[in-house]
Structures are given as structure tokens and as C-alpha cells.
């Protein structure tokens, strides 16, 4: 395998492919069932083995599929029907996530997966995928992973899914969204995850490069949150968790809000059917997105009480007030010191275009954390030249930009089930002059597509200004 990622700088995700498809006979082998007589609710699942002490309340599940714990189609499905299992025990509050293979966490989605399937089945694996997702980083338990082992990938994805990561202290193993050196994108819900765990500036180096982090670096970016000896990682966990546990109202609203950012409509209570990817994607995009103001989305802006805060009550609340008035700095009346007669539509509107807009630059988006006054709120502020920046002229190369980008299931490689090739530019049915890279003024070697859509999607989303970013309204 270190031939084959080696190659895969080389060679891309084909190479990788075209190699593993020679070697790989990974995943195969059938793991005897474990049991455990104290215990109950124990799963016999041959690639998952899953422990629930019913006297503490802790779930331990154990990944144990040789050679590298890969998340095939059959892994991601036991996966799934055990989280479930344990969301749906009420007497398990916590879950840790660990292996039992030696050196290995989990090498990440199987690659075998991507290699001459029907697009059926493609469809089929890209769902458990997201689902694997949603079940674990929607959980309503606490959720460690005691990572014993490399983690690349999705085995990353999966970490960075819980609320905890204790990895064992050991530069040997490592942990990363590596996607981009195998020449494959990232899936912009794994970027999401990773810019809530270790922030954008890493976030964003660490995607556009494709980095794996040995333990002591992945500490010292905030990826993992321990480091401790290989053979007290799991008790760890067990002590950690145990911590978790003893937050009141853990696994309720704190726990829930925190998540709600990224992940919003898994915990609405909707139904399987209305989980579809495109169904979903779309509606978390608007709603996560739009409210994605730090230190702005917690409860207490709305002055509810508890009991208010059903998911239906809270969703409806913060999707109208969010949406009304997703301007960073703004999201309250008292912020911006207006006087009511000022919130007409029109100004509003007005005011959140030019902010927006002007805010819109990735790594500027600081004007309302400088206190700055109004009138420093012009285009020019952006350290453009002027003429560049006349309104027009923005307003409608970012619109155009961010339109293109925002169709539900076209931005990521995985959920359309695409074929790499499709992914060209031009998939997003636009003309290919409309998406000419000088549109922002980088040069052409930026342009490597995982460059170029880590930056566009924060580009755009950060746009989504309530009215202004349907298709129908700027279609092509
Ligand atoms: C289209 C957009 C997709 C975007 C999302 C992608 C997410 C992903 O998760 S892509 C998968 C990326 N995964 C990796 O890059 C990990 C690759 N593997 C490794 O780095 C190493 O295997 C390891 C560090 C996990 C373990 O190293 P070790 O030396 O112990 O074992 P190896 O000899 O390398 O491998 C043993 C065996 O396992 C096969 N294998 C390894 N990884 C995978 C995998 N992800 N899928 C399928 N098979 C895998 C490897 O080929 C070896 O097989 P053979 O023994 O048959 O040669």
C-alpha cells in the first residue's frame, strides 16, 4: 500500500486504482463473532463488534475488519443498523469508537468501492457514506473516537464525526482528509466537519494539500484532542467519556446546538424518504449556511425558554430570523444600533448586499469584528482597485460565481455519483467562458480543481443571501 500511495502522487486516484485493483483482498476475511456474557445488546456483526455496558451506559464499538477496517458498502451498512441500534437504546448515552486491528483505525472509504461499479451501485455506497455521517455526527450520544491507529480519510471523516478524539501516541500513525493527493475531491460535508474541528486556515491547507498529520502534528492542530500511550487510549476514552456523560442535559441541547450549524436537518425528526441526498443538501446548505455566525445561533439571542425549544419551534424561529437577517454583526437590533424605522426591506436588503458583498473576500471577512464605522464599509475596502470593484461589475461576477456553484448535488464529486471526468468545470452546465478562472484574478496554476472549489464553495456560500441566490432568478 505505501507503493501504491506513493504512486497515487504519481499516478492519481486511477493509479491508486489500477494498483489496488491488482493487489487488494482486503475486507474479505470473516471475523469470528465476538460475544461478551456481561453484556448486552451485543452485536454479532462480523465487521463490527459492538459492547454496551448497561451499568454505565457506554457503548464501545470495535472496528474489525481486516485488513484495514475499509469502509466498504457492507462495513458502512453494519455500521449503520448497530448506530442505530444504540441511538434507538435509550439506556446508552455514549458511544467510543475504536478498532482492534493493530496500527490501523480505519484506512477510509474502500477504494475498491470507486472502481468499476454500476452506478447503482455507486449510488448505493455514496449514500450509506453520507449516512454513516449523519447517524454519527448527528448522534444523540456522546461520541468519542479512541483512534488506535492511522486514520486516513474517511476514517478521518469519522473521527472528526465525534465529539472527541483521544489518538494514540504514536508518529507513526497518522490522520487527514488526504483525498486531494490521490487526485479526488474532498466531499464539501467532510470539509465542513473539518473546518469545525480544527478552523479554516487549517482546514484549507490542509484539504488544498491533501495532508496527513502524524499524532503530534494532528495535536497540534486541533484534529485530535489527546495524545496518550497506544495502550491506554481505549481507558482514556472510557474516563473521558464518563466526563461526557456527567454534563447535565448532555446529548440534549448543548450537544444538539453545537451540531445544528453544520448539520441541521437530520435532527428536524424528518422522515428516511426526506433524506435524500439532493433533498437534504439543499435545505442544510440554506439553513446551516445562512446561519453560520459565530457566537450568533445559540438560544440565547432568542431569549427562549427551554421548553421552547422543540426542534420544529427552534428551526422555524431561527430559519425566519436567520434568514432575515444573516449579516454577521447584525443578527440582533441591538448590534447594529438602528432604530426600528431603519428595517424596512429595502434598506435591509440594501445594506446586506453591500455588506455582504463587501465581506464576501475570502480571509477579509473581519469589517463587523473591527468596529469599523459605515462609511468604511465601501467596496474599496477590500484593498481593490476601484475599478475593479465597481457594484455592478461585482455583484455580478460573485453572483454568477455563487449561482453556478449553488445547485444542490453538482459541488461535490460524490453525491452525484459522477465519474471523476464529470467534474470538469463545464458540469455545471455552464458555458466554458463563464468559467474562465481570470473571473478572480489568480493564476492559472491555482486551478487545480480541489483549489479551486475549496475556495469558490466558501466563496459562494458565504453569499447566500436569502432571495438573491436562486437559479431562477439568474439562470444562465
Ligand atoms: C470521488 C470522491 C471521493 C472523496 C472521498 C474519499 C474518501 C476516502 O476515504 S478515499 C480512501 C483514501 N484512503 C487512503 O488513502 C488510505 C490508504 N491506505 C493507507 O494509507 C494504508 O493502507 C494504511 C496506513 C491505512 C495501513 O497501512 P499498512 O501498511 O498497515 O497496510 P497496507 O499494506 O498499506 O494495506 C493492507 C491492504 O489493505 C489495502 N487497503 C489499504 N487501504 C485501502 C482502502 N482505502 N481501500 C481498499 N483497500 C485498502 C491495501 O491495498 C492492502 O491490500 P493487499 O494486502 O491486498 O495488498
Not at 95 to 100: A, E, K, Q, V, Y
Not at 406 to 421: D, E, I, K, W
Amino acid at each position: 500500500m505505501a507503493n501504491v500511495l506513493r504512486n497515487s502522487a504519481k499516478f492519481g486516484f486511477s493509479g491508486v486504482l489500477s494498483q489496488l485493483s491488482i493487489h487488494s483482498r482486503h475486507g474479505r476475511e470473516c471475523v469470528s463473532p465476538c460475544f461478551s456474557l456481561q453484556q448486552r445488546n451485543n452485536s454479532t456483526s462480523p465487521k463490527i463488534k459492538v459492547d454496551l455496558d448497561s451499568s454505565t451506559g457506554v457503548a464501545v464499538l470495535r472496528m474489525q475488519s481486516p485488513p484495514v477496517n475499509s469502509l466498504s458498502l457492507d462495513f458502512l451498512t453494519e455500521f449503520c443498523i448497530n448506530l442505530e441500534k444504540l441511538e434507538m437504546d435509550r439506556s446508552c448515552r455514549g458511544l467510543i469508537i475504536t478498532s482492534t486491528l493493530s496500527k490501523v483505525f480505519s484506512a477510509g472509504l474502500d477504494i475498491m468501492e470507486m472502481y468499476g461499479k454500476s452506478p447503482e451501485r455507486c449510488g448505493e455506497f455514496w449514500k450509506a457514506v453520507q449516512e454513516m455521517w449523519l447517524k454519527l455526527y448527528g448522534s444523540n450520544m456522546a461520541t468519542i473516537a479512541a483512534i488506535n491507529g492511522s486514520s486516513p480519510a474517511g476514517g478521518c471523516l469519522m473521527s472528526i464525526g465525534c465529539d472527541y478524539r483521544i489518538m494514540a501516541d504514536n508518529p507513526r500513525y497518522s490522520i487527514g482528509l488526504n483525498e486531494t493527493q490521490l487526485g479526488i475531491v474532498a466531499p464539501f460535508w467532510f470539509k465542513d466537519t473539518l473546518v469545525n474541528t480544527v478552523g479554516n486556515r487549517a482546514a484549507e491547507l490542509s484539504l488544498e494539500l491533501g495532508l496527513l498529520y502524524s499524532a503530534p502534528d494532528a495535536l497540534k492542530i486541533g484534529l485530535v484532542d489527546q495524545l496518550v500511550p497506544e495502550d491506554q487510549v481505549l481507558s482514556t476514552a472510557q474516563d473521558t467519556m464518563s466526563k461526557w456523560l456527567a454534563v447535565p442535559g448532555q446529548n440534549t441541547l448543548s450537544h444538539w446546538l453545537y451540531r445544528v450549524r453544520t448539520l441541521s436537518l437530520s435532527h428536524t425528526g424528518c422522515t428516511g424518504s426526506e433524506h435524500s441526498p439532493s433533498h437534504w443538501l439543499y435545505r442544510v446548505r440554506t439553513l446551516s449556511l445562512t446561519l453560520a455566525v459565530p457566537g450568533q445561533n445559540t438560544l440565547s439571542h432568542t431569549g427562549c425558554t427551554r421548553s421552547e425549544h422543540s426542534p420544529s419551534h427552534w428551526l422555524y424561529r431561527v430559519r425566519t430570523l436567520s434568514l432575515t437577517l444573516a449579516v454577521p454583526g447584525q443578527n440582533t437590533l441591538s448590534h447594529t444600533g438602528c432604530t426600528g424605522s431603519e428595517y424596512s426591506p429595502s434598506h435591509w436588503l440594501y445594506r446586506v448586499r453591500i455588506l455582504s458583498l463587501t465581506l464576501a473576500v475570502p480571509g477579509q471577512n473581519t469589517l463587523p469584528h473591527t468596529g469599523c464605522t459605515g462609511s468604511e464599509h465601501s467596496l474599496s475596502h477590500t484593498g481593490c482597485t476601484g475599478s475593479e470593484h465597481s457594484l455592478s461589475h461585482w455583484l455580478y461576477r460573485v453572483r454568477i460565481l455563487s449561482l453556478t456553484l449553488a445547485v444542490p448535488g453538482q459541488n461535490t464529486l460524490p453525491h452525484t455519483g459522477c465519474t471523476g471526468s464529470e467534474h470538469s468545470l463545464s458540469h455545471t452546465g455552464c458555458t466554458g467562458s463563464e468559467h474562465t478562472l481570470p473571473h478572480t484574478g489568480c493564476t492559472g496554476s491555482e486551478y487545480s480543481l480541489s483549489h479551486w472549489l475549496y475556495r469558490v464553495r466558501t466563496l459562494s456560500l458565504t453569499l447566500a443571501v436569502p432571495g438573491q441566490n436562486t437559479l431562477s432568478q439568474y439562470t444562465l
